[in-house]
């Protein structure tokens, strides 16, 4: 089936640091990927997405590429910083499901002053 | 205001008694998705409507649970003689089109908590 696995968090980082948050998915076929945030009392909002392999999805100095080889779609940031502090899904449609999201179980960034 | 609203934002009720959880997608939104996010864990697919038409109902996990969107806008998602493990958060979203891909706007939730 189709499936998306996180690494285990939480994740803790001081200010400035840089940050790799990965996943991986199970699919048939060429999925669409996507990585959305939850933000402290609010609601999950899209981050990123990339459609087809070696796509790079790009947002609020966030980057993720698509990578088919690995089935993999790592969320990285160069230089953190504390209002990126959040819990953030993986997630993918596979082909022809309609929007139909899975998730990932999330995993929460905290980051220190 | 221009988000997905979800109303109550919290409710808790006892074993057996029905609930009812209101969805008001955004304006001329197609697409409209329940979901349900239990405590540390990911949002799992509950079911679609495209206008006033439930095309998928597959992630229901029993006929306790029933959604509706009479009129293509508003929806209501009812619990049944609620039991402990439907406690959760229950996600609302929306979106403008038909297809593959169309990007979806989520709602804060609403928390049941069953005692």
């Known amino acids: 089936g189709n499936s998306v696995t996180q690494m285990e968090g939480p994740v803790t980082l001081s200010e400035e640091a840089f940050l790799t948050i990965n996943c991986t998915y199970t699919?048939?076929?060429?999925?669409?990927l996507f990585w959305y945030v939850q933000y402290p009392g609010e609601g999950l909002q899209l981050l990123l997405k990339?459609?087809?392999?070696?796509d790079k999805g790009s947002n609020k100095g966030f980057e993720a590429t698509y990578r088919k080889e690995t089935t993999s779609f790592h969320l990285e940031k160069g230089s953190v910083q504390v209002s990126d502090s959040a819990v953030y899904f993986c997630?993918?449609?596979?082909?022809?499901?309609?929007?139909?999201?899975?998730f990932g179980k999330g995993i929460t960034l905290s980051v220190r002053p | 205001g221009a988000g997905v609203s979800q109303s109550p934002r919290y409710k808790v009720a006892k074993r057996g008694q029905d609930v009812a959880l209101r969805c008001d997608p955004i304006?001329?939104?197609?697409?409209l998705f329940w979901y349900q996010q239990a405590l540390g864990q990911g949002p799992e697919f509950l079911t679609y409507?495209?206008?006033?038409?439930?095309?998928?109902k597959s992630g229901l996990p029993s006929d306790r649970f029933f959604a509706e969107r009479p009129e293509g806008s508003v929806s209501t998602l009812k619990i049944q003689r609620t039991q402990q493990e439907d406690s959760a958060v229950y996600l609302c979203?929306?979106?403008?089109?038909?297809?593959?891909?169309?990007?979806?706007?989520f709602g804060n939730g609403t928390r049941l908590t069953v005692t």
């Open positions: 990339a459609t087809k392999a070696d």
């Open positions: 304006s001329g939104h197609v697409s």
């Open positions: 409507f495209q206008n006033e038409a439930q095309l998928d």
């Open positions: 699919a048939t076929g060429y999925p669409s």
């Open positions: 997630a993918q449609i596979p082909p022809g499901a309609n929007s139909k999201l899975t």
């Open positions: 979203a929306s979106s403008p089109g038909r297809l593959y891909n169309s990007p979806l706007h």
